[in-house]
C-alpha cells in the first residue's frame, strides 16, 4: 500500500519561497523516479519535477516542468523516504495543490485511490 504525506504548502507573496516535504512509503510500483505534480483550478495535474534514478546516462537525474526550470529544485533523502521541493522566485500561476508520487519521468503512476491529501500552495 503507497502512503504520501505531503507538507510544506502555505501562503506567500509573489517573489518568494517555500520547502515541500513529501513522506512516503510502502510499494511505489518499481518506478524509477519520485515526482511533484500540482493540480491548479480548471488545469489537469501537471508534473512539476521528478528526480529518477538509473534514467538516460544513469546515476541521478533530475527533470522539471518548462515553467519552473531555473526556480524549482527537486531533492530526495532515500534512506528517510523523503522528498522535498525547493521552489524559489514563486509566480502567481505556481499557486495549486501539490502533491508527491512515483514517476516515469513526469508522468505518476498511481492508481486513483493512492494520492495523498497533497498540500496547498498560493502565491499572491
Known amino acids: 500500500q503507497v502512503q504520501l504525506v505531503e507538507s510544506g504548502g502555505d501562503s506567500v507573496q509573489a517573489g518568494g519561497s517555500l520547502r515541500l516535504s513529501c513522506a512516503y512509503s510502502?510499494?511505489?510500483?518499481?518506478?524509477?523516479?519520485m515526482g511533484w505534480f500540482r493540480r491548479t483550478p480548471g488545469k489537469e495535474r501537471e508534473g512539476v519535477a521528478s528526480?529518477?534514478?538509473?534514467?538516460?546516462?544513469?546515476?541521478?537525474?533530475?527533470y522539471y516542468a518548462d515553467s519552473v526550470k531555473g526556480r524549482f529544485t527537486i531533492s530526495q533523502e532515500k534512506e528517510k523516504n523523503m522528498l522535498y521541493l525547493q521552489m524559489n522566485i514563486l509566480e502567481l500561476a505556481d499557486s495549486g495543490m501539490y502533491y508527491c508520487a512515483p514517476a516515469v519521468i513526469l508522468q505518476p503512476v498511481l492508481t486513483p485511490y493512492d494520492w495523498g491529501q497533497g498540500t496547498q500552495v498560493t502565491v499572491s
Open positions: 510502502g510499494y511505489m510500483y518499481g518506478a524509477a523516479c
Open positions: 528526480t529518477c534514478t538509473g534514467v538516460g546516462s544513469g546515476g541521478e537525474t533530475s
